[in-house]
T-cell receptor, first 111, second 120 residues
Framework: SQELEQSPQSLIVQEGKNLTINCTSSKTLYGLYWYKQKYGEGLIFLMMLQKGGEEKSHEKITAKLDEKKQQSSLHITASQPSHAGIYLC???????????FGSGTQLTVLP | GAVVSQHPSRVICKSGTSVKIECRSLDFQATTMFWYRQFPKQSLMLMATSNEGSKATYEQGVEKDKFLINHASLTLSTLTVTSAHPEDSSFYIC????????????????FGPGTRLLVL
């Protein structure tokens, strides 16, 4: 099984709707990153969470880290077509703190 | 924020040839760089960790003789795919960290824009 599980794998929502993507780790989380990617392109850094209970927001995207549950959630409010893409969570789970990534969530926002 | 570049962005080569991909940190010194591979509709898979001045550490299942990594300076790491075959076609992404690993810290990693390799 994967060390970082993301759910759902894909999500199709109507423009204006809220949505949540979850990322659960099988190991202790010392931090967690959220990235957005368009297929075939590089990763766009969204935010980094370092402490349990931490919550960060950027425009209409909010992410929280629940250290006890070893999970993080990414919430988008009033989604827009520009939010479409692949969302990836990554955590420094390796011995050298190299990032391990979740399987990704493909988000489609219908106009 | 810090910038990491990759060159080339796209490369097409014939089977059996070698291809070199460069990863540069443009405005910081990267003691550690990472190389990832991404297949269509899949997530990023770590291939190796590249440390300046020392040998790279490869993940299980990654052939070190096929994927040669050189991190000769604090701003440049190269990945050479030797004797490339069609199954090596993939999207290769590097990332760079600007501080040494310290237990308990979460360092920021900056990703390059990726290199798409197509082996015919």
């Amino acid at each position: 099984s994967q060390e970082l599980e993301q759910s759902p794998q894909s999500l199709i929502v109507q423009e204006g709707k809220n949505l949540t993507i979850n990322c659960t780790s099988s190991k202790t989380l010392y931090g967690l990153y959220w990235y957005k990617q368009k297929y075939g392109e590089g990763l766009i850094f969204l935010m980094m969470l370092q402490k349990g209970g931490e919550e960060k927001s950027h425009e209409k995207i909010t992410a929280k880290l629940d250290e006890k549950k070893q999970q993080s959630s990414l919430h988008i409010t009033a989604s827009q077509p520009s939010h479409a893409g692949i969302y990836l969570c990554g955590a420094p789970l390796g011995s050298a703190r190299q990032l391990t990534f979740g399987s990704g969530t493909q988000l489609t926002v219908l106009p | 924020g810090a910038v990491v570049s990759q060159h080339p962005s796209r490369v097409i080569c014939k089977s059996g040839t070698s291809v070199k991909i460069e990863c540069r940190s443009l405005d910081f010194q990267a003691t550690t760089m990472f190389w990832y591979r991404q297949f269509p509709k899949q997530s990023l898979m770590l291939m190796a960790t590249s440390n300046e001045g020392s040998k790279a550490t490869y993940e299980q299942g990654v052939e070190k003789d096929k994927f040669l990594i050189n991190h000769a300076s604090l701003t440049l790491s190269t990945l050479t795919v030797t004797s490339a075959h069609p199954e090596d076609s993939s999207f290769y992404i590097c990332s760079a960290r600007d501080s040494p690993y310290v237990r308990g810290d979460v360092e920021t990693q900056y990703f390059g824009p990726g290199t798409r390799l197509l082996v015919l």
